[in-house]
């Protein structure tokens, strides 16, 4: 682990070196995330004070309402692993030690990706995790062997997000003016309006 970053020094690492850089006090905090089926990285972070405690030899659980929600983290109906008529139970993230990785973009933080598993400690067949380690076996009883990237996509503004919210509300307050009509925010998300006609 020779990388140097905005946090630091980063790269993989394995448990061992984990638990001593905890010790020292070069990190307070790990990641123990899982994707949900909106591809998105769920999961708890723990401080080095319960990681030194437990030395997570049985996951950390999680409730399975998290690998199950639309993109707003609402409750999606229909489903028989994840509902109310279950219960909502728990899963545990039991950690992938090979995927242990120091962060270069957070002080003090390690990630490690998680299988999705159930009390029996077998895979929870919807995760996406387990989905895709099926399908690598498959591909590789065929003898083929997938290789993957990712692709990421993102914006970069000269700008917080306080000053673009605070033009886009100057800009739809012009709008109102001009047009004679009120324009008022609803809710915690500030980048959605109501829009209703004066009388």
Known sequence: MNNVGVAGTYGPIDRQQLFEMMKTGELDTLIVGFVDIQGRLMGKRLTADYCLETELVHGSKFCTYLLGTDLDLNTIEGYSYMSWETGYGDWIAE?????LNVLPWQEKTALVFADVINEERK???ISPRSILKKQIERANDKGLFPKMVSELEFYLFNESLSQRLRKTIEIY????????ITVCSKGLRMNRFIVTFAT
Do not use: Q, S
Request: proline share 12%; net charge negative.
């Open 173 to 180: 307050a012009l709008l109102a003016n001009l047009m004679k």
């Open 123 to 125: 895979d929870v067949p």
């Open 95 to 99: 950690p992938d030690w090979a995927t």
